[in-house]
């Protein structure tokens, strides 16, 4: 996609100027989201970078003032993320004109985003509407002393990049876009399982490393036995480490499990949507895959 940064607008007493956010240092970015208590690492930001767009907002000595982002899945869809701006600059405008350049760089696509508390005024008065909350679990991971049992007409398997097709066929029916490429990425810095019946992909886990410790996502399966089933080696595996995972499931079996291994509720967000189906998750009736965790606020 080529790019055409080149606008500027007056923030305070100062011009500020955007441009790609491939052209800016990482350190930048960093400091950017440390500023507004986000865990993102330098190498979260990079993997940001390979799998989407941006544009950052500069001063004239090249300080980041903000940042935003989208990321096409298709040619109609795309989620915004890493929307972020000191308090001071975005109520002086500075997200509002940053996600205007976004809207311009996605005309004709639908859109997803998270959205925190202190944002959602802005993103509503753009034309989203909110859609549901995601629970962002985390905490030092504990094994439960009672493991749920694999379903007996299952088999746990170890995925790898020969599954990227029925990873990207699964989550496409539970997310309602088809996120090849992302998947693809994601596969390579996850460790992933996959639970088969009948050489048939039915659930998937992926976890990798971000922010303080793993995060596990995306997860997708058709009931919660089967959510459980692939998440439950990736809480084993990471059991007394800090381990995260982002759901709108707001109850049922699942969202005990993730209860049970020590992750609690530590934040929410609001999922909101511009044009487009979302596919609610707490809806689920088992007759077809949902997403149970996602990959990351940013990437849905």
Same mark, same amino acid.
């Given at each position: ?39 993102? =690492?330098?190498?979260?930001? *990079? ?24 990321? /096409?899945?298709? $040619? ?10 000191? /308090? @001071? ?30 944002? @959602? ?16 679990? *985390? ?16 088999? $746990?398997?170890?995925?790898? *990049? ?62 919660? =036995? ?18 995260? %995972? ?5 109850? &049922? ?11 609690? #509720?530590?934040?929410? #967000?609001?999922?909101?949507? %511009? &044009? ?20 990351? *606020?940013?990437?849905?």
């Amino acid at each position: 996609m080529e790019r055409r940064i080149s606008s500027s607008f007056t923030v305070d007493t100062f011009e500020a100027r955007a441009a790609d956010i491939d052209t800016v240092e990482l350190d930048w970015l960093h400091a950017l989201s440390i500023g507004v208590g986000w865990p993102h =690492r330098a190498e979260d930001w *990079q993997f940001l970078r390979e799998v989407g767009h941006g544009i950052v907002a500069h001063d004239e000595i090249g300080r980041v003032l903000g940042s935003a982002m989208w990321f /096409p899945h298709g $040619l109609d869809f795309a989620t915004v993320a890493m929307v972020i701006t000191s /308090p @001071r600059l975005q109520a002086l405008g500075t997200a509002q004109w940053l996600m205007k350049r976004v809207l311009s760089e996605c005309k004709g696509r639908n859109l997803r985003l998270n959205a925190t508390r202190a944002a @959602r005024k802005l993103y509503l008065s753009l034309g989203f509407r909110l859609e549901r909350t995601v629970f962002q679990c *985390q905490a030092e991971a504990q094994r439960p002393d009672e493991m749920p049992r694999l379903p007996e007409d299952a088999e $746990l398997r170890r995925l790898d *990049q020969v599954d990227v097709a029925a990873i990207v066929e699964l989550d496409a029916q539970g997310f309602g876009a088809c996120r090849t490429e992302l998947l693809a990425a994601l596969l390579q810095q996850s460790i992933g399982f996959g639970l088969y019946r009948r050489d048939r992909l039915e659930a998937f886990a992926l976890c990798r490393p971000f922010g303080r410790g793993h995060v596990i996502g995306p997860v997708v399966a058709s009931n919660d =036995r089967d959510a459980i089933a692939v998440v439950a080696p990736h809480v084993t595996a990471h059991d007394g480490e800090f381990l995260r %995972l982002d759901t709108h499931l707001a109850d &049922g079996e699942f969202s005990s499990f993730i209860a049970r291994s020590g992750l609690a #509720v530590f934040d929410t #967000v609001t999922t909101m949507s %511009l &044009g487009g189906h979302f596919r609610d998750p707490n809806e689920r009736s088992g007759d077809g895959p949902v997403t149970y965790a996602l990959a990351s *606020q940013a990437l849905g």
